[in-house]
């Protein structure tokens, strides 16, 4: 018993000790990333603006190393694209389209992606917000992967 109660006290710092580092921790974090990114507006704005700190995190080639700048211009579009008898709507498509820059100190970047999504829209109170919610999740996610593998092409081409 003595030795399970050692081992959960001196767990953690060991594994502190050989650089381990936990999924979730801040290090996954604004600051962490070499690209700054502009504050986007609105919740989709939110979700992009996390998905490119994630996608962007270990940096972009061609930049060695140095910090960048970036400002998203955001559209987002809410299509209803199935109805039901009664005229309402049972199906959406969310379209996201984003035209950004981003400023190096002795370049700059410019491009315009779009990603969008259908989804179920429920007939049942407050779910009809989940399934959007989820929805402006997924969408924002496979554009910022849009934006980086642009960026990843562009900057490759200037190399």
């Avoid at 491009?111 to 259908?118: C, D, I, V």
Wanted: charged share 25%; proline share 5%; aromatic share 6%.
């Amino acid at each position: 018993m003595m030795r399970r109660c050692l081992l959960a006290l001196f767990l953690p710092l060991a594994l502190g000790a050989c650089g381990f580092q936990p999924v979730y921790s801040p290090a996954l974090s604004a600051n962490s990333s070499p690209l700054q990114i502009d504050e986007i507006p609105g919740r989709a704005g939110h979700e992009l603006r996390e998905a490119l700190i994630l996608e962007t995190r270990n940096g972009l080639p061609g930049t060695q190393g140095e910090a960048g700048y970036m400002v998203v211009d955001l559209e987002e579009r809410v299509l209803s694209t199935g109805f039901r008898s009664d005229g309402s709507a049972f199906r959406a498509t969310l379209r996201l389209s984003a035209r950004y820059v981003v400023d190096f100190d002795d370049k700059s970047v410019a491009g315009r992606e779009s990603a969008e999504t259908s989804y179920d829209v429920p007939n049942a109170p407050f779910t009809d917000v989940s399934s959007q919610n989820d929805a402006t999740q997924r969408t924002a996610q496979e554009l910022a992967r849009r934006i980086t593998d642009d960026l990843i092409i562009k900057l490759g081409q200037d190399g």
